[in-house]
């Protein structure tokens, strides 16, 4: 059996936005941390008064984590009301189900001071629409929620399980940053339905962060959609929206395009279009349009590995609606082919 350490992070750690939401991480780096860096199944209460932001990493590879642990550490982390941020990650764990969700939501359901979850599920036990379920009843109770990740494993990834979670998602009209990771997910244009419909009612959100790659079954419809929700955010600053390898044509890009002109206020865009075969001068006209009065830009980034449908005429657009930009600081352009 192995023994609980737990220490102050490293800067390496604290720095590491790689896997924390913009929002997540202003909040993190306001309050003293701690981790835990190995936990066996005897647990006793570790923490002091002062820890506010806790970062928690169960490695199925190094220790035998069970729905089991994750009850007895949800036991010890109901004593703590003063945490404000929470990093867990479970990976490699094939013997968390639903069960071991439910009690980690019963956990830091409690801390009355919590403004950011960050939730990394990799290659987990079975979670269903139950465990979700229980998720979001867990997250709307905290009322001062500011930002939300969710990192998901591709076997949790259903229509009906985001069904669920959507649903949860729209109730969650205080927060500010959302991130949410479904890479190499077998969901359909249902699944952006139904997001699209939540996220018209999160007017509070300042940034997003969504990605979808490798999510085949994804089509215009689907896009057209999750644009419809996403132009209602009017208070947005920053969007990443990650697209690789979907498969849509010009009018699927066309309602994003529209989505843009909406967002008054955005400061930062990153837009990842890699080994989508489909894309021609047409589509990147439609995003040039909705760019051109976003006055307010700072910084863009257009990804666009593995694309040969387009000329030097879409380019050309891009770059006329950029020079309009006086306020833009930064902008990348990645081609390869």
């Known amino acids: 059996m192995t023994s609980t350490v737990l220490s102050e992070p490293t800067q390496e750690e604290q720095n590491n936005q790689g896997n924390l939401s913009e929002g997540s991480m202003k909040i993190i780096n306001q309050y003293h941390q701690y981790k835990i860096e190995q936990t066996p199944n005897t647990l006793g209460d570790q923490f002091t008064k002062k820890t506010d932001a806790l970062i928690l990493k169960f490695n199925g590879k190094r220790d035998e984590i069970s729905d089991e642990t994750l009850r007895k550490f949800s036991k010890t982390m109901m004593t703590q009301r003063k945490v404000r941020s929470l990093y867990i990650q479970c990976q490699n764990c094939p013997l968390v189900t639903d069960k071991g969700l439910k009690h980690l939501t019963k956990g830091f359901q409690r801390f009355t001071?919590?403004?950011?979850?960050?939730l990394a599920l990799d290659r987990t036990g079975k979670i269903s629409s139950e465990g979700l379920k229980q998720l979001g009843e867990g997250l709307q109770r905290i009322?001062?929620?500011?930002?939300?990740?969710?990192?998901?494993d591709v076997s949790a990834i259903t229509d009906e399980n985001l069904g669920v979670l959507s649903e949860y998602l729209q109730k969650l009209n205080f927060l500010k940053s959302l991130h949410l990771g479904f890479d190499f997910a077998r969901i359909t244009d249902k699944s952006l339905k139904n997001l699209g419909d939540s996220l018209r009612r999160l007017k509070c959100l300042q940034s997003i962060y969504l990605s979808f790659e490798y999510s085949y079954?994804?089509?215009?419809?689907?896009?057209?959609?999750?644009?419809?929700g996403l132009k209602k955010l009017i208070s947005l600053e920053s969007m990443t929206l990650n697209l690789e390898c979907c498969k849509y044509s010009d009018e699927g890009l066309k309602n994003i395009g529209e989505a843009l002109q909406s967002l008054i206020n955005l400061k930062s865009l990153r837009l990842n279009?890699?080994?989508?075969?489909?894309?021609?001068?047409?589509?990147?006209?439609?995003?040039?349009d909705g760019l051109?009065?976003?006055?307010?830009?700072?910084?863009?980034?257009?990804?666009?590995r593995n694309n040969k449908d387009f000329t030097d005429e879409g380019l050309e657009a891009l770059g006329q609606s950029l020079k309009r930009l006086n306020s833009l600081k930064f902008f990348l352009l990645e081609l390869t082919w």
């Open 143 to 152: 009322k001062t929620l500011q930002s939300f990740d969710l990192i998901f």
């Open 273 to 288: 279009l890699s080994s989508c075969w489909k894309i021609t001068d047409n589509e990147l006209k439609s995003l040039s």
């Open 113 to 118: 001071s919590l403004k950011s979850v960050h």
């Open 292 to 304: 051109k009065d976003l006055t307010s830009l700072q910084s863009v980034t257009f990804i666009l």
């Open 217 to 228: 079954q994804i089509k215009d419809e689907g896009l057209k959609m999750l644009s419809d």
